[in-house]
């Protein structure tokens, strides 16, 4: 096996379907709540990578968080959104991206008001810092931002004015939507860094690499210009990269 890279399949993930008890048909990539895997903790920086498919009328009431870099991505459907620091209600749908640096502490809730489903990715990045300052902020990005090109939607302190949000993590967060078959999307992951790569939907190929259906992934920490296109009719997909752990 090629130790640079490591290709997780959407069947190989662990999917929780909705209950009375849980408002989410969710696939965990990584330990979370009742799912244990002491192989699949992390990723470098990465804690968590939840695919949540929330049920109308559900949601995930108000909880606390600390410690913790926290983005949601809204992939379908309309979100309700509040927090203690702005202590308003707001929608997010489609192409919205919200960042939470949650610090000393902060409250949130993550609700579906509405008839249809809503699917969002949530992330959640272990932080520099411990009991650093409390942020929120959402930028709402368009179709246009991303299609056909990369979009870098999230930064850190240290390139934070590249892109409307940035968390308190050495990590950068990119997305694309391709609909272009001759269209070529590049991403340059550097030395000393690692990408994961999860396709949201569609299918996309990457030079070098498997290709990538609806919720596969890719672990990459071999650097390298990474090359993407088309391998149907649409992909959407999503880069995290960060710096890799010393001990790589």
Same mark, same amino acid.
């Given at each position: 096996?090629?130790?640079?890279?490591?290709?997780?399949? =959407?069947?190989?993930?662990?999917?929780? %379907?909705?209950?009375?008890?849980?408002? /989410?048909?969710?696939?965990?990539?990584?330990?979370? /709540?009742?799912?244990?895997?002491?192989?699949?903790?992390?990723?470098? +920086?990465?804690?968590?990578?939840?695919?949540?498919?929330?049920? %109308?009328?559900?949601?995930? &009431?108000?909880?606390?968080?600390? !410690?913790? *870099?926290?983005?949601?991505?809204?992939?379908?459907?309309?979100?309700?959104?509040?927090?203690?620091?702005?202590?308003?209600? @707001?929608?997010?749908?489609?192409?919205?991206?919200?960042?939470?640096?949650?610090?000393?502490?902060?409250?949130?809730?993550?609700?579906?008001?509405?008839? *249809?489903?809503?699917?969002?990715? @949530?992330?959640?990045?272990?932080?520099?810092?411990?009991?650093? %300052?409390?942020?929120?902020?959402?930028? @709402?990005?368009?179709?246009? !931002?991303?299609?056909?090109?990369?979009?870098?939607?999230?930064?850190?302190? !240290?390139?934070?004015? +590249?892109?409307?949000?940035?968390?308190?993590?050495?990590?950068?967060?990119?997305?694309?939507?391709?609909?272009? =078959?001759?269209?070529?999307?590049?991403?340059?992951? =550097?030395?000393?860094?690692? /990408?994961?790569?999860?396709?949201? *939907?569609? +299918?996309?190929?990457?030079?070098?690499?498997?290709?990538? @259906? &609806?919720?596969?992934?890719?672990?990459?920490?071999? +650097?390298?210009?990474?090359?993407?296109?088309?391998? !149907?009719?649409? /992909?959407?997909?999503?880069?995290?990269?960060?710096?890799? %752990?010393?001990?790589?």
């Amino acid at each position: 096996m090629n130790t640079h890279f490591t290709l997780t399949k =959407k069947s190989d993930l662990y999917y929780m %379907p909705s209950s009375n008890q849980h408002p /989410a048909n969710t696939y965990f990539h990584f330990s979370f /709540a009742n799912y244990y895997d002491p192989n699949r903790m992390n990723f470098g +920086a990465l804690r968590v990578f939840n695919d949540d498919d929330v049920k %109308p009328h559900s949601g995930f &009431e108000r909880h606390p968080h600390r !410690d913790m *870099e926290i983005v949601s991505y809204i992939i379908h459907g309309q979100l309700t959104h509040w927090d203690s620091v702005t202590k308003k209600e @707001q929608i997010i749908g489609r192409g919205h991206v919200q960042a939470i640096s949650a610090g000393a502490g902060v409250w949130h809730s993550e609700l579906n008001k509405h008839n *249809e489903w809503v699917r969002f990715l @949530q992330i959640w990045v272990t932080p520099n810092n411990t009991a650093g %300052p409390v942020r929120y902020n959402h930028h @709402q990005f368009e179709l246009a !931002d991303r299609e056909n090109k990369l979009l870098h939607i999230v930064g850190n302190p !240290d390139n934070k004015d +590249a892109s409307p949000l940035y968390i308190n993590s050495d990590v950068n967060v990119y997305v694309s939507e391709i609909t272009n =078959k001759q269209t070529q999307v590049e991403f340059e992951l =550097k030395a000393g860094r690692q /990408a994961y790569i999860s396709n949201i *939907e569609g +299918a996309v190929h990457v030079e070098g690499y498997p290709s990538l @259906q &609806e919720q596969d992934t890719l672990e990459l920490s071999q +650097a390298g210009k990474l090359k993407f296109t088309l391998k !149907d009719d649409h /992909a959407h997909f999503i880069i995290i990269e960060m710096a890799q %752990p010393k001990n790589l």
